[in-house]
């Protein structure tokens, strides 16, 4: 009764990496700016980080555990130059972002990575997500408020 053997990370952006000031990024208004370690919009609306991301990406990088994005977000743009300036855009080896169903995402993610299904833990905030997705196989946890540390130690028996 061994825990999976994660080898690919895979995380949904709006609501699940961050809050784009409770709307999903693709209602924001460009041009964008940074300021510190969060990002405005031309309208003030602020982007923010959950804080437990980072202690999650630094924990997967130090294991050697491959990164991922999944988003079907309208604005693929958008969402990449938040991400730059969010000083996350690096840290993903594979990033899927476009509208469709999330299917779609994972199977090139796996075509592109190497990596089976079930090599591959997923957090995303909605429903249709997690059952789409968990439907091929992958692990998949729903986000409920923000991603917090606890629903990541418990898929890595911490
Ligand atoms: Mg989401």
Redesign the pocket.
């Known amino acids: 009764m061994g825990r999976p053997d994660y080898q690919l990370v895979v995380f949904?952006?709006?609501?699940?990496v961050w809050d784009a000031g409770g709307v999903?990024c693709d209602c924001l208004r460009p041009p964008f700016r940074s300021s510190g370690d969060q990002v405005h919009d031309s309208r003030g609306s602020l982007v923010k980080v959950y804080d437990d991301i980072h202690w999650a990406l630094d924990f997967l990088e130090e294991r050697g555990v491959e990164l991922g994005v999944a988003?079907r977000t309208e604005q693929p743009d958008w969402a990449r130059e938040l991400l730059d300036l969010l000083g996350l855009r690096g840290r993903f080896a594979f990033e899927e972002i476009y509208p469709s169903s999330k299917v779609r995402h994972f199977s090139a993610l796996k075509e592109k990575s190497g990596y089976a299904y079930g090599e591959m833990l997923f957090f995303?905030?909605?429903h249709r997500?997690i059952e789409e997705v968990g439907g091929l196989g992958v692990r998949s946890v729903l986000v409920r408020n923000g991603f917090r540390r606890e629903l990541f130690e418990s898929e890595f028996g911490l």
Do not use: Y
Request: proline residues 0%; glycine residues 0%.
């Open positions: 949904d952006l709006d609501f699940t999903w988003s995303d905030d909605e997500n």
